[in-house]
């Protein structure tokens, strides 16, 4: 194991800044060899204040006093990666992690296919490097805004908990990018990492990049479909870095799908669990229906139809983050060994250049949706959308095992790949949830059918009233299967302050 693999934490070996201002490798845990790198800390010591002062101005609104049970990472190893206490917010410790070097890694596609991967950044592709790191970074800081009031309307202490976790680790995702960053493309790397903490979700005039970054999350079921639908996104794109060729790149992705995966953990089950209180809700008031809206609401619970029409629009906001389906950027980041397939290593049957290979594409012709063979190389968002939507439907098959557990007549479905979109082939295109064409009266007509309404999102709110007694749980939404770290039912995972 090399200098540079060395896991550092609190408990760990004594670093040479220990009686300057900052311990590095007490307060940040790393696997970088932080506590050696002069240049590193340099410039972290100018950031790190203006991060903590982001957190506290943009992050939670309420709770930041109060003990939280979070999970840290201290290392990048099973043991190293789940350690859970109580901790205030502001002194959570944000850390830089690093996957393991893969001796001997190559680059695996693209034109520089087998050549041992970059180390450092390859001055041809520094532009493109530097752009995908900055828009994968803005993201991070993005979702922690837009998620920042919902403490104040936590259906329980376990969701809070979970809301929270959610945060500070979108806050580490960000410090692995700027990590990548400032390590790595000096000067300019500095100033994007600064802009990072500028740019705010939703804001008119320095808004986030991405246009689902911009949305507001109003409400819990808001929280937990953009936990399962954008989280995912988030995974997607990872995924498509971990296979990058800059190694460093890579190996910070890598770690960073390990969280994701909680949060989108904390999305399906949260959605799963509002269907499971409406079920029984439902059963328990003998109704059979799920189109008996307004007796289902009167329970206290959401209806089966509203959750559909909450998937549909989270669902379609989430695939405009894809971009365009034909994309010469995504061809020349692939090109360019910069950005991958997802699960890139693992696809077999082709030669990973893509040079002469073809892919499907849904496009929108004289009116008419068809499918047409385009260059691969080209199709390259089309493909990793379509990954996308293969990967939601797992969650979305168990949620309906939930509903027809209880005998109830009703099936979550995804809508069209065209449904309700702003980007792409499709943007702009008026396309049914099962892939018809229509006209602008007849999307008007409809539209209310399918997506969520004025009257939904009033409902939606009138259920956000806090639960916050250890234990206990809004109307709307059923208890976990098991705590979080295997607490029992009443722990109390957030003690409020
Ligand atoms: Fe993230
Ligand atoms: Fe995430």
Redesign the pocket.
Known sequence: MSAEDTVSDAAGAISPDRFVDISYDEVIPNNVALGSDKQLQRALEGWRPKYLDWWTGMGPVGFQQSEVYLRTAVGVDPAGWAKFGYVKMPTYRWGILLAPKVEGRTIPFGRHKGEPAWQEVPGEHRALLRRLIVVQGD??PA?VEQQRFLGATAPSLYDMRNLFQ?NV??GR?LWAMVYLLVKYFGKDGREEAQALLERQSGQMDNPRILGAFNESTPDWLSFFMF?FF??RD??MQLAALAESGFDPLSRTCRF?LT??A???FVGETGVQRTIEATCAAMVKAGIKDPNEVEAVRKLGVVDLPLLQRKANFHASVTRDLFGSEISSNAAEAFGSGIKGRFNEVNLKGDDHVLQEATYPVTRFVDGKLVVEDAPALRALNSRLLDDFIVDCQGGIDRWNKSVEKVGIDFKFVQPHKGFNRRIGELGGKRISPTGEVLTEDQWNAMSGAWLPNDEDMEFIRSLMKPCHEPGKYASWIAPPRVGVNSQAGDFEYVKIA
Do not use: A, P, Q, W
């Open positions: 993201t991070e979702s959610v680790e979108e995702h936990t954008t989280d988030g995974k960073m969280e994701e909680h949060h989108m």
